[in-house]
């Protein structure tokens, strides 16, 4: 099993740049399939992005695409995830997530078996 550690999380104006990364300790990282999901105050946690374990396959929430951008480095446990041109509606905590032995990437959070504790970004008017 893998142990996800968010990190990158900030406050930031909007039209600016963030970068999430999350470092999975545990072995066999690049057989896990990551996503990235947000909670906002109030409301379910929602899909963002997410890659499948050789990097070939990503997916992104409507919101997000031509914004934010997913990859990873499987030789160091990571995956990132690029946000750009951030709007105060992005404004929550984002937590990674992995899911095992797949390169089918999945939008379903009860499909992720392993979670990280979360980031908060915060994005100002």
């Known amino acids: 099993q893998v142990q996800p550690v968010e990190s990158g999380g900030g406050l930031v104006q909007a039209g600016g740049s963030l970068r999430l990364s999350c470092t999975a300790s545990?072995?066999?990282?690049?057989?896990?399939?990551m996503g990235w999901f947000c909670q906002a105050p109030g409301k379910e946690r929602e899909f963002v992005a997410a890659i499948g374990w050789s990097g070939d396959n990503t997916a992104y929430a409507d919101s997000v695409k031509g914004r934010f951008t997913i990859s990873r480095d499987n030789v160091k446990n990571t995956v990132f995830l690029q946000m750009n041109s951030l709007k105060p509606e992005d404004t929550a905590v984002y937590y990674c997530?992995?899911?095992?032995?797949?390169?089918?990437?999945?939008?379903?959070?009860?499909?992720?078996?392993?979670w990280g504790q979360g980031t908060q970004v915060t994005v100002s008017s």
């Open positions: 997530a992995a899911r095992w032995g797949t390169a089918v990437v999945s939008t379903v959070p009860s499909e992720y078996a392993y």
């Open positions: 545990g072995r066999a990282f690049r057989l896990y399939a």
